[in-house]
């Protein structure tokens, strides 16, 4: 990922724009890609520091100095450093250190001091070759790590990915996001909203009259802790987001040291939608209670939920897991609100008391300070609050709880 110093902005009318590569801009930082990149497969096996100087030679009088330093830093992120020594760094040190000052200390007047001799007696004291000490003596330090592997790519994807990882760097920075889609599939929605509750976003999804969703998205500066991980998380939705058939972006973006306030917008369509690995849709938590769940019995069978819940002009609801009671045919959902806020919390409780008849039972971090009593018990809904992890057990306590309540099966709310 790009930091702000790598981006090339321009500040018009209240808002920041990125200029596109011009065709002599491409082909320029096309021809220095290529040279970086056969310089980082030729150095697999050599130190960090060799690679940087390589490439500062190879990049002294290049034209677009900024550009070409978005491209190192992208081909960085793609190259695996290890310390290359089977020793501990400190270790090595304190045995030679230690091993010259005692002979320092033997030496007789008119004697010379003799490295070889020390580092014998290191060598001896580590059961290293003299090589070895001396190769693993700073090894720690990261200009002299090795480069174990690259992840290659081609030339021309490189220039692309900065021209992207520009777009991504000012998300980095974004106060609150706009995001609005269309699309003629439920699939494609249900599919983008389950990607962006597998990033752990805070979001709101409205529906649009005329079709299509917005979606109100916290951005890493309305945070008060977390926010480099927070805005990476949002930085990676954007190749997915590209993706989608029909899009527009915008946000408001607090920039440079005095963080001021402008405007970013970003639009696009996309024919058919870029495949994205399909296990970036259920986090480790959910996939976790699933299968603890599963353990449980065989009363209700339980699996990712694909079912979008609507109450129209109120809100949409995406649970991560759909549970079914084998006899009776009672459906019943599971929407797990781990990483979010107290405002979105309060959406739901909205949204249930607004009329959604489907049983869904919201899991709620304790650290949200929210009372399981916000929901009344006659409403189909409730909120589990749970400390640390959520239980398997006490989704299905609460289960045959809505099962006793309202014994009929439910549909979902928006499908193909």
Same mark, same amino acid.
């Given at each position: ?33 290529? %040279? ?9 096996? %050599? ?83 003299? &090589? ?26 490189? *220039? ?14 974004? *106060? ?31 529906? +649009? ?40 972006? &915008? ?49 209700? %069978? ?15 609801? *995406?649970? &991560? ?57 006659? +409403? ?37």
């Amino acid at each position: 990922m790009l930091t702000a110093d790598l981006v090339q902005v321009r500040r018009r009318s209240g808002n920041l724009e990125i200029p596109a590569f011009s065709s002599a801009q491409v082909r320029s930082l096309g021809i220095v890609a290529e %040279q970086l990149i056969s310089v980082c497969k030729s150095l697999v096996g %050599q130190s960090s520091g060799t690679l940087l100087a390589q490439w500062d030679a190879l990049t002294e009088r290049a034209g677009y100095p900024k550009q070409v330093r978005g491209l190192r830093k992208l081909l960085l992120d793609r190259c695996s450093f290890e310390d290359g020594s089977d020793v501990v760094p400190r270790e090595i040190r304190n045995a030679l250190f230690t091993a010259a000052a005692k002979h320092r200390y033997d030496l007789e007047e008119g004697e010379i001091f003799s490295r070889t001799d020390v580092l014998t007696e290191a060598s001896a004291l580590l059961n290293l070759p003299s &090589d070895a000490i001396e190769s693993g003596l700073f090894s720690d330090l990261k200009e002299n790590h090795l480069l174990v592997s690259f992840d290659s790519l081609a030339a021309v994807q490189l *220039v692309r990915e900065l021209e992207r990882a520009q777009r991504q760097a000012v998300l980095l920075r974004a *106060v609150r996001v706009t995001v609005t889609l269309r699309s003629s599939s439920a699939a494609e929605y249900r599919l983008f909203f389950q990607r962006l509750k597998f990033r752990q976003l805070l979001h709101t999804i409205t529906p +649009l009259e005329g079709g299509g969703y917005e979606i109100q998205i916290d951005g890493p500066y309305s945070l008060f802790q977390s926010v480099t991980k927070y805005g990476l998380q949002l930085a990676l939705m954007l190749p997915i987001l590209e993706g989608f058939p029909e899009w527009e972006l &915008d946000a408001e973006i607090a920039w440079g040291v005095a963080k001021e306030r402008y405007g970013f917008h970003l639009s696009g369509a996309c024919k058919s939608s870029v495949d994205h690995p399909r296990n970036d849709t259920v986090s480790e938590e959910v996939s976790r209670l699933r299968e603890q769940f599963a353990k449980l019995g065989d009363d209700w %069978q339980v699996r990712d939920s694909t079912d979008l819940l609507e109450l129209s002009g109120t809100g949409l609801c *995406v649970p &991560d897991l759909r549970f079914e009671h084998n006899e009776s045919g009672q459906v019943a959902y599971l929407e797990v609100m781990g990483f979010w806020s107290r405002a979105a919390v309060w959406k739901r409780v909205e949204l249930v008391e607004s009329g959604l008849s489907e049983a869904v039972i919201f899991t709620v971090g304790r650290r949200l300070r929210v009372s399981e009593e916000v929901l009344s018990d006659d +409403l189909p809904s409730q909120i589990y609050v749970y400390k640390g992890v959520i239980s398997a057990k006490e989704i299905l306590r609460r289960l045959e709880g809505i099962r006793a309540a309202t014994p009929r099966s439910k549909s979902p709310i928006l499908d193909d």
